[in-house]
């Protein structure tokens, strides 16, 4: 008999899932890198100091935890571990240390309002941009084909929540009259491609060309094949140009754009020269832009106003930045892994010749390549010749920036088509290279690079479903000096999938927001610190578009109670971390939220944490009806509500009366009077105040 072999999608009309959608997404909104003993923070009011750690003091009898933060000079600042959340990380995208600033000086005073006219003039060039955008005439893509349909199930994979997102924010935009300008950012092999390739499909499918455009000659190959694969079954001529190809090659490529017999090309900054010309130009897409000179972005600029473009960057766009950005630069990200990814094992350690031979042999054997990585061009061929001497069967190659471009080329695409084993290198391979089969990486003096270096080099490993190895090492008996130290052990601590969103990505964060900014606010950003930066842009954004909002009324409560997380109860690392939870409750359902977890995972709460988180619950509760004060005088308790607060005055002065409390008025602004029981509060007195509150609204 015969035998048909039918797929799951010919049977059920779809693709069949394992029911895996992708990891857990990389960033979670408004998380923040523990603070830690050492590390430089940044006080909205009182500018940078250097967190000294949490310190127990008992005033009058009530005891609290204060997180302590020196300025300069010996002035020291106690912040209520409750209101932990008012420091920020200083962060700046440089290893150079920031100067203190000085208590009660007009030092930081003076620096803010510097930023803030920087960032002012920044919010109205984005906006000025934004209303010429909208007002521009481009090209509306039809909706999908059934084409378009067959194209996407091709696809292998399962998407991730995140690029269906994505994929549905580029089509909404090709097929508006505007021209589509988006931004499309994700970590290393989250599924960028496939967004381009989806809306490269629906431009072909309008019968409009599409130019691809990359920083270098490898990317360019690198895409022309996936391209060229996933195209193969339609009838659509993908090229390629770069400076590499012969003059009659780059002639017939060339001809064939002006003609239009070519509806994709992939190419460098060829593209970009004056004898390009295209028969009905529809999309650019462009691969990490930042990489490009001034007068390629200058001719970027013009080709905006044009056609469609989509700009895919690997290089993180901060989750601050995204949100203050909403609206002017229109961007998609993808945070969430690919379900098969594993995280890359990481090693710092002594260099060690039996090591390096053990760990290149093993990859060799899997059928795998190996990075070598030594930042230095002068003796790495020396190097190259040591590790020909130590694994003597392996293929071993060396390249550096300084070779001519030619000669440079050929060798990484000899490396890509697995002509070598092993390629010894300097950084030149951090930017780019996606090669699934080198999951092993060795870096030669680790402690030289910095933080985004080696962070970048760790990423052009482990990009596919195969276990891979990183190997940081530093000379042995070598002393390494502070900074150095803190940079491998960050690289070594955020070993995991993601760990972007925590410090090792912090300063390439900062390099992402200045691929958006211009590197001229960079003086800026390092003078305030960044968070405080993208709050101050997103709040000049607001009040330039008439629609700024009124800003929410932090409640400050300053009860004689004893609140703090006791010794014992989580390691005293976590401490900090607990009250940045709390402190980061913004409404009574995010506190009851975070005593939840809490109580999961470590028992319940003893009496001072209760309190704790009693005092966090009445807060969350004050904010929502815009009370300015919750504090204690003698025998009553004073609530003060914000000047022209809209609670009806009948409604206060029902409920005040229920409560046996007194109400007062002066002109716009009410302040309640309740009874107080007790010297200090309990668990119990803080519950009848939020009673007081809820019952309010």
């Given at each position: 008999g015969r035998l048909v072999l039918l797929t799951a999608a010919e049977v059920l009309g779809r693709r069949w899932s394992l029911g895996l959608?992708?990891?857990?997404?990389t960033q979670e909104v408004g998380v923040q890198p523990a603070l830690r003993p050492g590390e430089y923070v940044v006080h909205p009011d009182h500018g940078i100091g250097l967190y000294k750690g949490l310190t127990m003091l008992t005033v009058e009898g009530v005891t609290r935890e204060y997180a302590v933060v020196q300025y300069a000079g010996e002035d020291r600042l106690y912040v209520p571990a409750d209101q932990v959340g008012i420091l920020q990380p200083y962060l700046s995208g440089e290893e150079t240390t920031p100067r203190l600033s000085h208590l009660g000086s007009r030092q930081w005073k003076r620096a803010k309002s510097r930023a803030l006219e920087a960032v002012r003039e920044v919010a109205v060039d984005l906006l000025e941009l934004y209303a010429a955008?909208?007002?521009?005439?481009?090209?509306?893509?039809?909706?999908?084909?059934?084409?378009?349909?067959?194209?996407?199930?091709?696809?292998?994979?399962?998407?991730?929540?995140?690029?269906?997102?994505?994929?549905?924010?580029?089509?909404?935009?090709?097929?508006?009259?505007r021209p589509m300008d988006r931004l499309l950012c994700g970590d290393v092999g989250y599924g960028k491609t496939e967004v381009a390739l989806r809306a490269a499909f629906k431009a072909v499918m309008d019968h409009k060309q599409v130019a691809v455009l990359v920083p270098t000659t490898i990317l360019a190959q690198q895409h022309y094949r996936t391209f060229k694969e996933r195209f193969a079954p339609y009838p659509v001529t993908v090229a390629w140009l770069c400076r590499f190809k012969s003059p009659a090659e780059q002639r017939a490529v060339i001809r064939?754009?002006?003609?239009?017999?070519?509806?994709?090309?992939?190419?460098?900054?060829?593209?970009?020269?004056?004898?390009?010309?295209?028969?009905?130009?529809?999309?650019?897409i462009i691969d990490e832009e930042q990489r490009f000179g001034v007068v390629q972005k200058e001719k970027l600029k013009l080709l905006r106003r044009e056609v469609d473009v989509l700009t895919m960057t690997a290089t993180p766009i901060p989750r601050t930045l995204y949100m203050s950005l909403t609206g002017i630069r229109d961007t998609s990200l993808l945070l969430t892994p690919p379900p098969d990814r594993l995280p890359v094992e990481t090693y710092v350690m002594e260099e060690n010749p039996v090591l390096i031979r053990e760990a290149i042999r093993r990859e060799l054997a899997r059928g795998g390549q190996v990075y070598f990585v030594y930042n230095r061009v002068v003796g790495l061929g020396e190097v190259a010749d040591r590790v020909r001497a130590l694994v003597?069967?392996?293929?071993?190659?060396?390249?550096?920036?300084?070779?001519?471009?030619?000669?440079?080329?050929?060798?990484m695409l000899d490396f890509i088509d697995r002509k070598y084993d092993v390629l010894v290198a300097t950084t030149i391979i951090e930017n780019g290279l996606d090669i699934g089969n080198v999951n092993t990486l060795i870096v030669k003096d680790a402690d030289?690079?910095?933080?985004?270096?080696?962070?970048?080099?760790?990423?052009?490993?482990?990009?596919?479903?195969?276990?891979?190895?990183?190997?940081?090492?530093?000379?042995?008996?070598k002393l390494i000096n502070e900074g150095a130290k803190r940079r491998l052990q960050a690289i070594r601590d955020f070993a995991d999938l993601g760990a972007g969103f925590k410090i090792a990505k912090r300063d390439l964060e900062i390099r992402g927001a200045g691929n958006i900014l211009g590197v001229e606010q960079h003086g800026h950003i390092q003078a305030v610190g960044f968070e405080l930066y993208c709050r101050m842009l997103k709040e000049a954004i607001e009040e330039l578009k008439g629609k700024k909002e009124e800003a929410p009324v932090e409640t400050v409560v300053e009860l004689p109670v004893s609140a703090f997380v006791p010794e014992g109860y989580v390691p005293e690392h976590q401490k900090i971390e607990v009250y940045r939870a709390i402190a980061d409750a913004a409404t009574p359902a995010e506190v009851l939220a975070v005593a939840a977890?809490?109580?999961?995972?470590?028992?319940?709460?003893?009496?001072?944490?209760?309190?704790?988180?009693?005092?966090?619950?009445?807060?969350?509760?004050?904010?929502?009806?815009?009370?300015?004060?919750?504090?204690?005088?003698?025998?009553?308790?004073?609530?003060?509500?914000?000047?022209?607060?809209?609670?009806?005055?009948?409604?206060?002065?029902?409920?005040?009366?229920?409560?046996?409390?007194?109400?007062?008025?002066?002109?716009?602004?009410?302040?309640?009077?309740?009874?107080?029981?007790?010297?200090?509060?309990?668990?119990?007195?803080?519950?009848?105040?939020?009673?007081?509150?809820?019952?309010?609204?």
């Open positions: 959608k992708g990891g857990a997404p955008r909208e007002t521009a005439q481009g090209y509306a893509f039809s909706p999908d084909t059934p084409w378009q349909r067959e194209f996407e199930d091709a696809f292998p994979y399962e998407e991730t929540p995140d690029q269906l997102r994505a994929i549905a924010e580029v089509k909404a935009d090709m097929e508006k009259p064939g754009l002006k003609n239009g017999t070519i509806d994709i090309v992939i190419g460098t900054h060829r593209l970009l020269q004056d004898d390009v010309s295209f028969a009905d130009l529809g999309l650019v003597p069967e392996a293929r071993v190659v060396s390249a550096h920036g300084q070779m001519p471009d030619e000669k440079l080329e050929r060798v030289q690079l910095g933080l985004a270096q080696l962070y970048q080099l760790k990423g052009r490993v482990g990009r596919t479903d195969r276990l891979a190895y990183a190997y940081f090492l530093y000379q042995r008996d977890a809490l109580r999961d995972r470590y028992g319940p709460p003893p009496s001072p944490l209760e309190n704790l988180l009693a005092v966090a619950l009445l807060r969350a509760h004050g904010r929502r009806l815009r009370v300015r004060q919750v504090t204690r005088q003698g025998e009553l308790y004073r609530i003060v509500f914000a000047p022209g607060q809209t609670l009806k005055a009948e409604r206060l002065g029902m409920v005040a009366q229920k409560c046996n409390a007194r109400l007062c008025r002066q002109k716009d602004q009410f302040t309640v009077l309740l009874p107080a029981t007790g010297r200090h509060e309990s668990s119990g007195s803080l519950k009848k105040l939020t009673e007081f509150l809820v019952e309010l609204g």
